[in-house]
Structures are given as C-alpha cells and as structure tokens.
C-alpha cells in the first residue's frame, strides 16, 4: 500500500518534473508541486527502506565529497573545430562535399550552447554516473551533483544502457541571481554564465549545485561509446523521447545556404534567448556518413562550430561613481561614453568592488573592452590605453547618500554603509524588522513598506511607532480595517523579547542565534551598546568578526540615535536569561545523527537545550551520548571509537521524565 503510493507520487512528480523542466509547460503550481515533493518526503522518511537513488526527492541532498574520482569515458569526447567566418564556412562544406564525392547529404544545425560538456550513464533506466568532459579521455565523476539538475531524468523508459553527452548551462537569469547573490556574500562575481556553470556543477557539496539552478541540453545519443541511432536527428528524437531536453531550436540543412540562414536568424535572436549561446554546430547528419568522413587527429570531420562575433567593444570611462544598493554595499560604477555593443547601446558597467578596479589597473579617462555575457549590465574586461588625463578612483570615506559610517568587514571585498536607516537600504531594514520571524508586525509587507519609505512617513526603524492610524488609512489598498490591523501589529511587537529586537536592528553578522546569546549574556541592550570588543568576546561564538561589528553599528551616530527612540517608544529592552543550570540534564553534551523515529532535529534539540543540556554538531572525548536514529553515519562509528554512550530516542525520553 505504503509502496505503491510512493510510486505513484514519483511518477507524478517526475511527469511534472519533465512538463516543467523539459517542456517548459507546466500544469501545476509551484506550490501544488511542493505539497507533492512533500508528501513523498515524508512517506520516504517513514519508511526509508522504500528510498531508491531515483526517487525525486534524491535529487537534493546527498553527502559532500572529498574530491573527484577520474574515470575514462567509454570514446574520447573531443572538440569541434571552428569557423569564424563564412568564408571559413564554406571551406568546411567544400571539403565535406569532396570526402563524400558528390553523394546527397545533408547537415543539421543547433545552437552552441556556452556550458561545458558532460555524459551521463544509463543503466536499467537509471541515471547511474554522469562525468564532466575533463580532459577528453578521462572525465571527472560528478553523479550527485549532476542529479541536482532537474532538466536531467534520472529514470527513463530505456532499459538496455546507454550513454547521453550534452551541455551543462546556467541560463542568464539564474546566472544573474547567483551573481548577486555572491556580491551580497562579499564573493567575487563569476566572469560569465559557463564559468559559474562550471563551478556549480563541480561543488563537492551538492547542496550547493543544486540552488544553483543548472540546466541540461542533450545533443548525443551513444551505445557502448559509438552512436545510437542512424543519424543525428534521429538521435535526436530518440532523446527527448526518453524524456531529455534537446533544445528545439535546431533544423536539418540540405545546403550551406540553409545552414548560414539558420546562423544569420539565430544571431538576430541572440539578445532575446535565455541563454548564451556562442555559435551554432553544424553536423552531417547520417551516421554512415559521419564514419567515412572520419576524424583528424583532434576534431571530427563532419561537424564545425560556427562561431559568433563575441560582443565586445571598446570605449572611454568618462567617470566612475558609487551607488548604494538595498544592503548598504558600495558599488562603483562606470559610466561609459556611449558605444554600441552587438546592437545594444551600452553607457554604465558595474565595476563590482574595489579589488576589481584595482586588477583591472582601471583609472578615469582611460579607453577600455566592455563585453556583454549573460549579465543584463556589460562588464570592462580589460584596459587597452591609459587615458591622457587618469584619475584614479578611491573609495569614499562616508557613504554617498547619508554621508554614514562605511566599513569593509575583514576578508569582504565590499564596503557597505553601516547606517540602517541609510535610505538607499531603508526598505530592506524594515522589512527585516517587521518580518515574521523578527517582530512579526502583521501587514508589514512590500506594499506596504515601499509606501511609508516612499512617502517619508518611515525614515528609520524607529518611526513605525511613530506612525497614525490616519496616515495608514490614508495609503494605497488600505482603509480604517487593515491599518488598524497593522496599527495592533506595531502595538503587539513593543512586548516582543529582546532577542527579536537585536536581530531586528539588522546588525551585520548578528543572526537570530547570536542575538539569543548577546541578550543571555548582557541582560539588556543597554549593556550590549556598552560593552567593548573585548568583553563582547568574552561571550561564548562571538569573535572578532561579530563584535568589530556591533562596536561599528553602534558607533554610528544615526544608529544610536534609533536605539533610544525604540526604547522611548517602549520596546521590550530588558531579558532576563532563562536559568536553566539546574535542569536536569545541565552539564552533558549530545551529538544527534542520523533520523529519529518520531523526534525531528529541532524537536530534540531544543527538548534538550530545555533541560539544561547541550547540543553539538561533532562527536568528541567530552561528549556525554550520541543520539542515533535510522541511517546515523560517521558520527556513530566516531562514537564508537571514542567509546561514548549510544542512545536512541526512548532512552533520550526516559531521561526527560514529563516530556512525553
Ligand atoms: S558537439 C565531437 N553540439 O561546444 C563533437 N557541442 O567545441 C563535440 N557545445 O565541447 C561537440 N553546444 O561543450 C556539440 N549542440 C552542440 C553543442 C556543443 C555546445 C560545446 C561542447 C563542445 C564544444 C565544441
């Protein structure tokens, strides 16, 4: 019973995987869609006997590695040769028509698409091992991660194996996110989207892979190393029959007419796909064909790579300033003279951070390459003259808009203004306030906080409680009814404890978790404000980084000043820390692994922190018990080892007497 419904939730959900993934036509919500991941999750969790490596919800997770294992791939997987030009084009047709003396033939034309190359193994139906292109003949073995990429089926209706070669892609969307993700981190930005691409899919963590949103286009179909199907687009039919994504935009070509046709429509579409594409591959498509033309001693003879003109162009940086983003970072900014890049005219790149100003040895006034890749905002790659007249740039000491204090945390490339109230980050801040998990001020969302910021009702955290029923009634799809909801909403957070109001002032580096500790060891924010780095470090997980941070954010004159407006308005200040040294577990530390049978990992860890005990994310000499459940891994062979005390959830209740 418990069986077939599992199966069933994994059929529907990999025939929804496949509308949503591979045909970009999907019949479910998102959220339809999660209820049903969810439901499998929580079957499998119960009866995780039933779990295969196939199953939909095996396509997070998994182990990080420590390396790569290198295996062969079963035929080299070589290269095209390129033609940068149609002349050179021609050339290949010509030498094409001569090998084959006159015979009928014709060519089928795809999209280059900008990834990198990987084949991936099928055996039974299964996804067995996927490897990246590495050197040609030896790959590296990268399974777990490749499941993470939804357009890639892990199960399919061929038994007999096969093998699948194809591109790994970011598409320009995903590759912005991650982008600005990693600005937001004070990580340095991928070049372009087959970088990150790159990068993505060789995490040895696949948990990281798989946010990262990667895609998968299949152009060959192999039996034991050597083509499956008569001819190209056979092949290519067989594979998105098997449920794999062959990218659509592709045509069989009678001639190289046909062929530069399909180029020149492609190029003008260029801007407008969701990828990047660097050319278009022309393959003859009869497999018989293919093998007597052969290979040379590095690319095959029946396929070229046309190559598109990168989109580049050159031009002067007029200037170079700095804007403030929603998070406080300081981005510079170039403003370029106006230049016209593959039909987009391009006037301002962004310079991401100082450190690149610095390796690019880029200064005001000099001429320099912009090229556009993925990125909506073109990127300088590289200056080719000094300017007659250089200004070199430096980053200013104050923050351009609030004239606040700036600061670049150690080991960050970003400089961000401190003060939250800044109000190029007003937003973001007090949304952050008001938020759920933080003072959960009920109708406090976007809509709501892009008014009262937009109006000037709202320039620091601290006037929320400043603000009338009258004036929120007053706003846009509000009336008496919901602002008098909110107006409840800002009245109930004043009793909210101290540690949501620490968590609230948006202190960089100060969490949910070390604003807990931060109220537990100084009782009031009073005291916190008053302490200095030193003795902020003598708290226990607070080191360098988070108390330089506090003293920073206090230091500023407008953070200060909204610090005694909330305790003027009558926010919670004050925290008495829990005792909770008598409990009766004070003074053993537990080490949790693996799935408890009724028991999720918050239950018990805060069944346990309740009673006074600690929980630890690694087994050692002073561990008191390791709790091991269902599938517990290493730290129950540590355990073992070091001879600690092995309990599972009855005896971890049984010492919790009230807790059932
Ligand atoms: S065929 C022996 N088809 O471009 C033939 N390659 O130099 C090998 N690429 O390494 C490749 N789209 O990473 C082929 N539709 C496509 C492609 C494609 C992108 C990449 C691939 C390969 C390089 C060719």
Same mark, same amino acid.
């Given at each position: ?13 990999? #025939? ?36 295969? =490596? ?40 010509? +030498? ?90 004070? !990580? ?17 963590? =696949? ?42 935009? #592709? ?205 000037? !009702?709202? #320039? ?68 916190? +404000? ?131």
């Amino acid at each position: 019973m418990v069986f077939e419904r599992i199966e069933h939730l994994r059929e529907e959900l990999r #025939r929804h995987e496949h509308l949503y993934y591979v045909l970009d036509a999907p019949i479910l919500s998102d959220a339809e869609y999660d209820a049903l991941m969810r439901s499998l999750q929580k079957l499998e969790a119960e009866h995780p006997e039933f779990v295969t =490596p196939d199953s939909p919800t095996q396509r997070v997770g998994g182990q990080p590695r420590d390396g790569f294992t290198k295996l062969r791939h079963s035929s080299p997987m070589l290269s095209l040769d390129n033609a940068l030009n149609e002349g050179e084009l021609r050339d290949f047709d010509r +030498r094409v028509r001569e090998l084959l003396a006159g015979e009928d033939f014709n060519y089928v034309a795809e999209l280059k698409l900008d990834g990198l190359s990987m084949a991936a193994h099928y055996n039974a139906g299964t996804l067995q091992l996927a490897l990246t292109r590495g050197d040609g003949s030896t790959g590296e073995d990268v399974t777990p991660n490749a499941r993470t990429i939804r357009s890639l089926p892990l199960k399919t209706t061929e038994d007999s194996p096969f093998e699948v070669r194809g591109e790994v892609i970011i598409s320009n969307p995903a590759f912005q996110r991650l982008n600005d993700e990693r600005e937001q981190e004070g !990580l340095p930005r991928y070049a372009n989207p087959r970088n990150s691409a790159a990068g993505s899919l060789r995490m040895l963590d =696949p948990k990281v892979t798989a946010a990262r949103q990667l895609d998968y286009y299949a152009y060959f179909y192999l039996v034991n190393g050597a083509p499956g199907a008569a001819s190209h687009s056979e092949a290519l039919d067989t594979l998105s029959r098997l449920g794999f994504k062959v990218n659509p935009a #592709r045509r069989r070509c009678a001639d190289v007419e046909e062929l530069l046709t399909f180029i020149r429509e492609y190029e003008a579409q260029r801007e407008s796909l969701p990828y990047e594409i660097d050319g278009v591959v022309a393959k003859v498509d009869s497999v018989e064909q293919q093998t007597r033309l052969g290979w040379t001693a590095k690319f095959p003879r029946w396929a070229i790579a046309f190559k598109y003109a990168a989109r580049q162009a050159e031009t002067v940086v007029e200037k170079i300033d700095v804007q403030v983003g929603r998070t406080g970072a300081l981005t510079p900014v170039a403003h370029l003279r106006p230049v016209n890049v593959s039909g987009v005219t391009v006037s301002r790149s962004t310079l991401h951070n100082e450190d690149e100003i610095a390796r690019l040895g880029l200064a005001e006034g000099d001429t320099v390459v912009v090229e556009r890749s993925g990125d909506v905002i073109p990127k300088v790659i590289r200056v080719v003259a000094q300017g007659a007249e250089r200004r070199l740039f430096t980053m200013p000491s104050a923050c351009p808009v609030c004239q606040g204090i700036v600061a670049r945390p150690e080991g960050e490339v970003i400089w961000r203004c401190v003060n939250v109230n800044c109000p190029a980050r007003l937003k973001n801040s007090v949304l952050h306030f008001a938020s759920r998990a933080v003072m959960d001020i009920t109708g406090m969302g976007d809509v709501l906080v892009d008014q009262v910021v937009d109006k000037g !009702l709202v #320039r620091s955290i601290a006037d929320i409680y400043e603000l009338t029923q009258d004036q929120l009634a007053a706003l846009d799809r509000m009336g008496q009814k919901s602002a008098e909801r909110v107006m409840a909403g800002i009245e109930k957070s004043k009793g909210m404890p101290l540690p949501r109001v620490i968590n609230g002032l948006g202190i960089p580096f100060v969490g949910e978790r070390t604003a807990q500790i931060l109220a537990d060891a100084f009782g009031s924010l009073d005291a916190i +404000r008053a302490a200095d780095e030193p003795a902020l470090q003598q708290v226990e997980e607070v080191g360098p980084k988070v108390s330089q941070s506090i003293r920073r954010f206090f230091e500023d004159g407008h953070n200060r000043e909204m610090a005694d407006r909330l305790a003027a308005a009558g926010l919670t200040l004050t925290h008495q820390k829990v005792d909770r040294s008598g409990g009766i577990l004070a003074g053993l530390t537990f080490v949790l692994t693996g799935t408890l049978p009724t028991l999720g990992r918050d239950e018990a860890k805060a069944m346990i922190e309740g009673a006074g005990g600690k929980v630890s994310g690694s087994v050692s000499k002073k561990t008191s018990y390791v709790v091991a459940g269902e599938d517990a891994g290493s730290k129950l062979d540590k355990a073992k080892e070091l001879n600690v005390p092995v309990i599972d959830e009855a005896a971890l209740r049984a010492k919790l007497p009230g807790t059932f």
